[in-house]
């Protein structure tokens, strides 16, 4: 019933209901719970418990999903304060497209080192890296932004008088019956960094429209809160 009228009101006045959507908690958070979520996901188990070691561009790619994440934290706060809104906004796009920038690259790694004939003027990765603004997140963090594997070679790499459990076990004969990370692995369909690309992809895309949205909103001469 929510989304039948959801879709109504989408449908009779999509600006000035998409306006309303950007102005509501729920997009932010959903923003900021995604991309927070698909960080937790990376570190807690596909590094600590299937023992896929990150790459530099994998780091790199989380530090631009936390971006995002805290772009969506806080529009999330107030999303109606023009200041709140524009903060979030703005971190939330240098997120999107610094991660899309890091996703091609590790693409375009990852089909290089897979095809014999396309190494040439593809550089590798560095165990050395070097975040935006010289952060050091690898000597801060390094559990969370050190790296520690090859881009392009993501497969489980269990150390030496490990034990498995069984669910461990299946996901890590999946993963290395795949040769590495897909998001349907038996199919090898859509590798790691073409994943995070649509996943950056999306959220850039919903900035766009909300940018639109607003500047639309502002031409009409409606007004925006710049306080709480």
């Keep these: 019933m929510a989304l039948?009228?959801?879709?109504?009101?989408?449908?009779s006045s999509p600006v000035d209901t998409l306006y309303t959507w950007q102005n509501q908690r729920f997009l932010w958070v959903v923003m900021a719970v995604a991309m927070g979520g698909l960080v937790l996901i990376a570190h807690s188990f596909f590094q600590l418990y299937l023992y896929m070691a990150p790459c530099e561009q994998c780091v790199y790619i989380r530090f631009a999903m936390l971006i995002v994440a805290a772009?969506?934290?806080?529009?999330?706060?107030?999303?109606?304060?023009l200041v709140l809104k524009v903060?979030?906004?703005i971190a939330a796009f240098t997120?999107?497209?610094?991660?899309?920038?890091?996703?091609?690259?590790?693409?375009?790694?990852?089909?290089?080192?897979?095809d014999a004939d396309g190494l040439f003027g593809v550089q590798g990765c560095s165990t050395e890296p070097h975040f935006p603004l010289e952060l050091p997140l690898a000597q801060w963090s390094p559990d969370w932004?050190?790296?520690?594997?090859?881009?392009?070679?993501?497969?489980?790499?269990?150390?030496?008088?490990?034990i498995?459990?069984?669910?461990?076990q299946w996901f890590i004969n999946m993963y290395a019956a795949s040769d590495g990370?897909?998001?349907?692995?038996?199919?090898?369909?859509?590798n790691m960094a073409q994943a995070c690309f649509l996943a950056f992809g999306l959220v850039f895309a919903v900035l766009?429209?909300?940018?639109?949205?607003?500047?639309?909103r502002v031409a009409r001469g409606k007004p925006e809160r710049t306080t709480a």
């Design 4 to 11: 039948r009228k959801m879709w109504k009101a989408l449908r």
């Design 71 to 81: 772009g969506g934290v806080i529009g999330a706060i107030n999303p109606k304060v």
């Design 87 to 89: 903060i979030g906004t």
């Design 95 to 114: 997120g999107s497209i610094l991660g899309l920038m890091y996703s091609v690259k590790l693409d375009r790694i990852h089909r290089a080192l897979h």
């Design 145 to 162: 932004f050190k790296p520690t594997g090859d881009c392009g070679y993501d497969a489980p790499n269990v150390p030496d008088g490990v």
């Design 164 to 168: 498995l459990d069984s669910v461990q």
């Design 181 to 190: 990370w897909y998001l349907i692995p038996p199919l090898k369909f859509m």
């Design 208 to 216: 766009v429209i909300m940018v639109v949205v607003w500047g639309i």
